[in-house]
């Protein structure tokens, strides 16, 4: 099967031949016909593996304090040999699909060949024309919905999640900040929630997707009357 590969190393973008995964318990082997590419996500996951050294640091202050911590634990050359490990592996691309099952060994027997289901899950629903997805990332897919929209879910299921984190009430005020596909989902279920929505973004085109949707009042970071609008908002 052909599936698109990174090297975190040099960066290089490939599609390669690789073996069909297994199949074992929990999982559910799935025939892709869609894979969303994530514009936010993977985008910054392939211009980090792109740069330089001292570029991926810059990029990642994250892994770099993880570097550090494990300096402390185990000592240079311990952590070396991570690093090094690290930056030599190959990585899967890829966190939201849609296709056909063609195998299921899940606990419930839920999934049987032929269904068309939803997969979500980094280093599972990756862009590859097979995948095994643990049962508990997958859903099938609606009378009624394309493989192209269901290939969406995960997104959804992102944006529902942070909503349920923050449990909202009914007349509450929320600001969403970051009006990407993301951000745009999240407004429109705080409004569907009851919720009066704030949205900020540094794109123009979509501060005015977010309000000529009518899910948010929305501005641009830079917009001089931020603050004073904030205020207003919340009172």
């Known amino acids: 099967m052909k599936q698109l590969i990174q090297n975190f190393k040099t960066g290089e973008l490939y599609v390669d031949d690789l073996p069909s995964p297994a199949l074992t318990k929990g999982y559910v082997l799935v025939a892709n016909r869609f894979s969303l590419i ?7 996951t392939v211009s980090t593996a792109q740069a330089s050294l ?12 993880q570097v550090l911590q494990n300096y402390k634990k185990e000592g240079f050359r311990a952590t070396l040999e991570k690093v090094k490990t690290k930056l030599d592996s190959l990585k899967a691309l890829g966190y939201s699909t849609a296709g056909v099952v063609l195998a299921s060994m899940d606990d419930s027997g839920k999934f049987q060949p032929g269904d068309l289901v939803a997969c979500a899950g980094l280093g ?7 995948i095994t997805v643990p049962q508990n990332l997958v859903a099938k897919i609606p009378a009624g919905v394309d493989f192209e929209d269901a290939s969406y879910t995960t997104l959804g299921a992102i ?5 349920r984190q923050a449990e909202p009430r ?3 005020n929320i600001c969403v900040i970051g009006l990407g596909l993301l951000g745009q989902i999240t407004c429109q279920i705080l409004k569907a929630n009851g919720c009066n929505v704030f949205g900020i973004d540094v ?8 309000n000529d ?3 948010a009042l929305a501005l641009m970071r830079n917009d001089p009357n931020l603050i004073s609008a904030t ?4 009172g």
């Open 54 to 65: 001292i570029g991926k640091a810059k990029k990642r202050p994250d892994l770099v304090k």
């Open 159 to 163: 944006a529902l999640q942070g909503v």
């Open 38 to 44: 994530s514009a936010g996500t993977e985008r910054t």
């Open 170 to 172: 009914l007349g509450d």
């Open 231 to 234: 205020e207003n908002f919340t």
């Open 203 to 210: 794109s123009g085109e979509m501060v005015r997707l977010a």
């Open 124 to 130: 599972y629903a990756s862009h590859a024309e097979i």
């Open 213 to 215: 949707t009518g899910s």
